[in-house]
């Protein structure tokens, strides 16, 4: 098979094709994206000090792709929250594309899935996480952070090995407006790095979930970035599920959490774009479980060379994920959150050798190895948060993954 093949397909046929391990998933509300096989890894120890040193190392790899017959090749993969830790990114062998997923006409008698039992261990527990919340309004009240994202795992084992292919299905099919995905975590080649106590250490692990948060997109000189913060978790009863859109959409204390975001993400842009276009008032935008504050950005680059993956890790992370400043919420969040993220809140996505590409931030998400789950949600910290609401906005958001394993909600008590 020649290298880095193209393709294009009904996106039925291309999630069909999903096999864990070797593709990389990626299905937005435009177009679906499917790789199979693996021409190279790209090797990282962490890109903090060396993200150009990275960004040439692909253009490289990419560039040799398509000297040895690769038709247009990518980049796509995983990178962490923590930049000492590596990414995980891959050149893929064949590429394969389609419009967006459409169920009209898929099967959906396996979207129940069977019963399974897991033992569940939360990380923090519901106690301990409130104790956290209350450690990130201190350092709020006395000056040392603005915001501070506070999140929470809920470790998952069973006797039986979940089915990456029909969990990826089941995102898919409750979650058609967002941006689901399925990226192998492979395991390096042993000079890397790796994280202390995450699922995916031991070998090839799977990082999957259904994420609303579009981190950036670029086509040619054209930038599209869309930020979410300020959430509320959603309610069946319509009437009640309206009336807590129409309360974020109005609360001070979400709204001032979004223009954190919006202020420190629009900052990080401007000097890539000749114009910058920004919203003077955010939206709503749902999902299956939650209602976000959400404003889309975009604008026009200083020049087409300037690649999606570039201005990802320019933007990564943003407030919207770990805090304001920066890098003191970071440190934060390390010397209060009892878990290594790993890969959640960081960023899953594609560049191809234009540049062009599309990259989201990594929530809702699972990781996934053999019979073990790693679970998370977060929720930002702001003055005049309430541990016991973002306790629940956590748990509404840990829904998206539970639902897809046919979990009920309660397990989280």
Excluded at 313 to 325: E, N, Q, R, S, Y
Excluded at 341 to 366: K, L, S
Aim: with cysteine.
């Amino acid at each position: 098979m020649k290298m880095n093949t193209m393709h294009f397909a009904s996106a039925e046929q291309i999630l069909s094709e999903y096999q864990e391990g070797t593709s990389f998933f990626m299905a937005s509300p435009t177009r679906t994206l499917l790789t199979k096989g693996i021409v190279q890894t790209v090797p990282t120890t962490g890109y903090r000090h060396h993200p150009k040193q990275l960004l040439g190392q692909i253009q490289t790899l990419l560039q040799d792709a398509k000297e040895k017959g690769g038709t247009h090749p990518m980049v796509a993969g995983a990178i962490p929250f923590d930049d000492m830790y590596p990414a995980r990114l891959m050149v893929p062998l064949e590429v394969k594309w389609s419009g967006p997923l459409s169920f009209d006409h898929m099967l959906t008698k396996e979207e129940q899935p069977a019963v399974r039992h897991y033992h569940v261990t939360p990380v923090p527990t519901s106690h301990g996480y409130k104790k956290a919340v209350e450690q990130g309004l201190q350092k709020i009240k006395d000056g040392e952070l603005q915001k501070i994202v506070l999140s929470r795992s809920v470790h998952l084992t069973s006797t039986e090995k979940p089915d990456v292919s029909k969990l990826l299905y089941k995102l898919a099919i409750r979650n058609p407006n967002g941006y689901t995905f399925a990226a192998p975590l492979l395991k390096g080649d042993g000079s890397d790095r790796t994280f202390p106590t995450t699922l995916a250490q031991k070998g090839v692990g799977t990082l999957l979930g259904a994420s609303p948060e579009l981190l950036v997109s670029t086509s040619g000189s054209q930038v599209i970035v869309n930020p979410l913060a300020g959430s509320t978790p959603r309610r069946d009863d319509p009437q009640e599920d309206r009336r807590r859109a129409d309360a974020l959409l109005i609360s001070e204390k979400n709204r001032h959490e979004h223009a954190i975001v919006i202020e420190a993400v629009t900052k990080a842009l401007k000097p890539f774009c000749k114009t910058l276009h920004v919203p003077k008032e955010p939206s709503l935008l749902c999902t299956e479980t939650m209602w976000h504050l959400s404003t889309v950005i975009s604008g026009e680059l200083l020049s087409p060379s300037i690649s999606s993956l570039e201005l990802a890790l320019a933007l990564h992370p943003t407030p919207a994920v770990c805090g304001t400043p920066t890098l003191l919420a970071k440190q934060a969040i390390q010397d209060i959150e009892p878990f290594e993220r790993g890969f959640f809140t960081g960023t899953v996505g594609w560049c191809d050798i234009d540049g062009d590409g599309e990259w989201i931030v990594t929530i809702r998400c699972a990781e996934v190895e053999e019979q073990n789950l790693r679970l998370f949600a977060g929720a930002g910290i702001v003055e005049g948060s309430v541990p016991e609401e973002e306790l629940s906005e956590t748990s509404a958001k840990l829904c998206t993954m539970m639902r897809a394993l046919g979990l009920d909600d309660d397990i989280l008590a």
